[in-house]
């Protein structure tokens, strides 16, 4: 069990107050890790940091929007400035609209694109920059069941996600040698607070199971162990993969 032990890591999960980033914030913890919680709202963070700080590890909040560039900058140097060192990096933050792809705006693809692509590949790049300058680092992209197969009404976020699988292999191929692992997490539909709406719609519902052969949606309990997997000395030779928890959707 060694292999899954995080005990004296620093792991930054943005994304963090809510759904996906939650549940493995506090898996992360759970496994031994000191985390900081990045998000736009201080409050979401601010109640999960409690939860972990309960389990007897530190937990600090912050905010920001990975939107802005600059913000990130700052984020990172605020962690880097309270914990000295980010070990682990679980880039979890984003967004969706749902249109087909004759209703998408570009204010829509702007807001989904900025949020999932632009922001995750910089946030990655410049928690990137301090784990190639210490030799080792290990980064856990979230992407999705749609970085690799389409789906009515996600045009913008299959190409926002599809982006992160593709930036995720070139940060693995640059910086393997340099010791640092970067990897995705392709989840399925799962059911959180920001899409739990859509599931509410019945034909909706209907059409996602009818693709899963599970015969469930995801809950984000089902992400938190392909999390811990790829942040432990368990995935060490594992570098530009997409670890898929989709219920065997992309066997069919």
Known sequence: MDLFDLTGRVALVTGAGRGIGRACALGLANAGADVALAARSVDQV???????????????????????????????????????????????????????????????????????????????????????????????????????????????????KGGVLQFTRVMALEWASRGVNVNAVGPTATVTPMNAALFDDDEYRGRVLSRIPAGRLATPDDVVGAVVFLASPASDMVNGHMLLVDGGWSAI
């Open 46 to 160: 601010e109640k999960v940091a409690a939860e972990i700080r309960e389990t007897g590890r530190e937990a600090t909040a912050h905010t920001v929007d990975v939107r802005d560039v600059s913000d990130i900058r700052r984020l990172v140097a605020d962690v880097m400035g309270r914990h000295g060192q980010i070990d682990i990096l679980l880039n979890n933050a984003g967004t969706n609209v749902q249109q087909d792809v004759l209703d998408v705006t570009e204010e829509d693809w702007d807001l989904v694109v900025g949020t999932n692509l632009k922001g995750a590949f910089f946030v990655a790049q410049e928690v990137g920059r301090t784990m190639v300058e210490r030799g080792s680092g290990k980064i856990v992209n979230m992407a999705s069941t749609f970085a690799g197969l389409g789906f009515p009404g996600r045009a913008s976020y299959a190409s926002s």
